[in-house]
Nanobody, 124 residues
Framework: QVQLVESGGGLVQAGGSLRLSCAAS????????MGWFRQAPGKDREFVAR????????CYADSVKGRFTISRDNAKNTVYLQMNSLKPEDTAVYYC?????????????????WGQGTQVTVSS
């Protein structure tokens, strides 16, 4: 069982930056693939970024590539999402999720555990 708690969301102007954090419970954090997803009102939950269990491999949605960076600190049981050059269309609730694997995936339904989400609002 893994419990995930996101933090770091808020209101920011377009062009600004935020860093989201996701703290995980449990001693096996370093065995999980971690992902960030987001959901805007009236839209489906969509993939943002994911990172392999040891942080060697990362993958990003085209819409955030070059602006967002996912990273993890396994010693702190935490995964991060650094978001730069934010746009109004990045406004959403952001969720972190854990996947026991073994295959890397961007499909929300394949992730086993989810946090409660943190709101990110980007004003124009």
């Amino acid at each position: 069982q893994v419990q995930l708690v996101e933090s770091g969301g808020g209101l920011v102007q377009a062009g600004g930056s935020l860093r989201l954090s996701c703290a995980a419970s449990g001693r096996t954090f370093n065995s999980y693939i971690m992902g960030w997803f987001r959901q805007a009102p009236g839209k489906d939950r969509e993939f943002v970024a994911r990172i392999s269990s040891r942080g060697v491999s990362t993958c990003y949605a085209d819409s955030v590539k070059g602006r967002f960076t996912i990273s993890r600190d396994n010693a702190k049981n935490t995964v991060y999402l650094q978001m730069n050059s934010l746009k109004p269309e990045d406004t959403a609730v952001y969720y972190c999720a854990a996947d026991a694997g073994p295959y890397l995936t961007t499909t929300p339904g394949r992730y086993d555990y989810w946090g409660q989400g943190t709101q990110v609002t980007v004003s124009s």
